[in-house]
């Protein structure tokens, strides 16, 4: 107990606290001086508690002893009181300080000699407190003579059985610390003899721990069952095909290697397809129409069984065609598409029109897609209207007097890309021009429509027409009207000069009043008749007079009001028009766009929208008038439309407003979606329809001055499909686990819904698009991995469902086994090889040398008996039962000794009378003999095939001179090395 910043009026409390409550509070603490000493007839182990370790009593220093670190379990072997005088009961005195313990001593005589043992210590109170920790675990081995290394193997009758027979599976133990032969088997059925006899009807794995107490082994068996073939239902995924596309064959539960078959006629003949071995075969783009089956082989091969014939149809798809077509803005096209193959189904898109022909107005250029669908065909075309600008005419002209040259100067305006083609002038006279500019002059005066007419490079036309005026020679005159007092005479000076201007023009207004000017207005003080006369002159002296009455009478006041509305609905114009005296007998109301009226009070309806100046003339029964205007805003009404995010049934759809207005903004919206759902206000809401159909969608929406439009769009909502799948029941097991997956997918043939895409994700990086895929999952790591698969399926209307299975595959991880050797090729003389493990993630491993000899020891060496070459195998299983095998060639040559002599004495004596090659001759494969003798000079003299023949030392049967002469021997040996051997030999006479 550890006893820290306590008052110290406490510390007799807490005294009398912790000696009634020792077993609860008192606990041990790490030793202290702790050493562990081996000697030569044991192990000494020395320790001191800690000072904190006070309080209670009595205290041990206690040590375990195990065979194995795994198997301590709080027994105490050995322990020891603290080496205090007088400790003991019942005062058990602690003095709270460093306190050391009676050493421990085990004697070695009390262990097995050669073994190794593991120690811990600890300090632990009595009186049920809480032991101190173990001190770090210390290993030894006790002197002596080791016994033989625990080395278990195994071995079994048959790897591969059919249904109805059986392998007897035993294992061998050897050596061992603990056991001096005592060994324990458990095999994972409860057997526990070294060896079973199992007779299993599926292929099934077999364990078996042997064990000697202290030390343990797992190993692992195997018998592969091999059954009577059985073939499960053939289906094809379509059955009819159109040329270019996929279809997929797919065989239910079966027995057996599977090989799939064609064949042109349900009848045969049968042909195997290369590669096609699995469940699903997908046929890749098929030319023709063929029939399919699979051919199921099992129990090694000698049995065969066939599903039934499925075939399939594969069609030509048709050609389409469709031919560009170009308008002018307003303007109509139509597009229209041509068939190689009659009779099938047309869809327009834009517009769903499902006719060979489609005709619309678009206001900009437009590509139309055409689907032709023709049996399991579909094929796609595409057409455009091209819609070309319109031009808009304008043009300026001056005026000028007889004689002179009037400018018109074009204005057209045309779309970007575009140009004006053709100009044709018509000027009012009978005369025309067809250039873009022009300076006419005309023969005589007057007023002259012209009419410009201009042609686009896309044939669009657009014309105008405006008054051109000429003026003639100097001719006095001007006009004027009777007013009412208070109000302006208009003197209109319209005299006229030919080739001339005129420079003066004198007026008198008949009431003493005179002036210059052109045209001028004038307030009449007094009601009256007065003869206004007006002189003018021209710049080359001519003049001409004019003399016209003018009456002043009392003047009307025009007044009204009007009322703002939104396009379409009639404004209402009210009359309050006054005279002082008399009476006003008309009235005239201009309304801004062409329209008049003379009613005393009117309505009036504007057909477009915008700021119109409207006129009311009001006149006197004397004739006077007098106007008043008023500005009538008439509101543009907003055009609605809108478009969805998507069309899918079950997904959450965004509506977004596509309306507009001319003029002001939308202020409010109204939206009714015809599924029954809740309406909305906001511009762009969402909506999830749950069902799939056309549903009959409404905008309404309102602008900042109240006018109100509203558009309803049937919209299509296309059936969403359910995702799902099925699967095959292996789904846990080594690496690679190969799992079939069944699409078990629906969709509702709505619209003629179906399903196009398939994205299968198996979590391990690996994708498919087939619909029945068979994936094998990998496992090349030391732990087990769990992978969750996910489908995914889109509809042919690009709507999509997803389905998961989380954690549903379990693949063991595969050991890796490889291994090195030493030497790489050794002989006969010296046939010792060094096995060394390379694998990674084994529990354990089994070495078969190839020679009949085998081991579980970890980096073995093996002596071979004999020459030869020889498989070595490694196969190393984990804790998982998962097994990995790996094979390398060693090769044990046999040791060939060749010797050639350097003279010989061909003297007829019996004795070294040939030259030949000497030694193991037996090792040499005689049909890959040759000898060849070359002189000095470098000429052949001798040569054979012949290994048992050689050199007399003669040449055509004339004996050769003592001399030095090149030898040249080659050969292979048994191994199938190759000897080329040269050197020099002495004949001696």
Known sequence: MRIKNILLSSIFLLAIFFNSNQALACHGMPLVNFTITPGPLGITINGSSDSPTCGCGPYYMQAELACNPNNFNGNVSYQSLLNVPNYGPPNWPDQCAVEPYHPIFIPYANLNAGCTYYLRVRENPTGGGTPGPWMPTYQFTVPGQAPAPFVVTQSQTADTICIGGNSTLCVNATGGCFTQGNYTYTWNGGATTPCINVSPTVTTGYNVIVSTGCEDTTLFFTVVVDSMPSAGPAAINNGSICLGQNDTLTLGVSIGQIQWQWAPTANGPWTDIPGANGNMHILVAPQSSLCYRAQLTSCFGTQFAYSNVVCLTVTPPPTVTVADKYICETKSGTLEAVVSTPGGTYNWIPGNITTPTMTDSPQWTTTYTVTYSVGPCKVPAQGTIFVNAKPYVDFFSDTVCLGNKTSFIDNTSLGLGSFINTWQWYFGDGNTSNTQNNLYTYGTYGYFNVKLVVTSDSGCVDSITKQVRVYDKPIADFTTKNICIYETANFLNQSTVNSANIVLNKWTLGNGTDTTAQSFNYNYQYYGAYNVQLIVVTNQGCADTVVKPIVVNPQPSSIFT???????????????SIIPQGGITGWLWYYGNGGSSNAFNDSYTYNTWGNYKVTLIAISDSGCKDTSEVYVDVFPKPVPDFSLSTTCQNDTILFNDLSTIGSGTISSWYWNFGDGSPTSSQTNPKNIFYTSGTYNVQLVITSDKGCV???????????????????????????????????????????????????????DGELSAAKNPVHCFTNRSKDRKIFTVELEVVSDYGCKSYYIVKDLVDVYPQPIAEFTFDPAVSTILNPLFHFKNHSHYESSLSWDFGDGNSTNIENPKHTYGDTGTYNVTLVVKNDWGCADTVVYKVVVKPDVIYYIPNSFTPNGDGINDVFNLKGRLELIQPETFKMKIYDRWGELIFETNDIAAGWNGTVNNKKVETEVYVYVFSFKDKTDESHNLKGTVTVVR
């Open 562 to 576: 009007a009322t703002n509305v939104c396009e379409t609905y009639a404004t209402t114009f009210q009359n309050y």
């Open 709 to 763: 439009a509203e558009i309803i769009k049937p919209t299509d909502i296309y059936p969403k499909p359910k995702a799902e799948f099925s699967y095959s029941d292996e789904l846990s097991g080594c690496s690679p686990l190969c799992v079939n997956f069944f699409d078990q997918s629906t969709i509702t043939n709505e619209f003629n819904s179906t399903i196009q895409y398939y994205k299968w994700t198996f979590n």
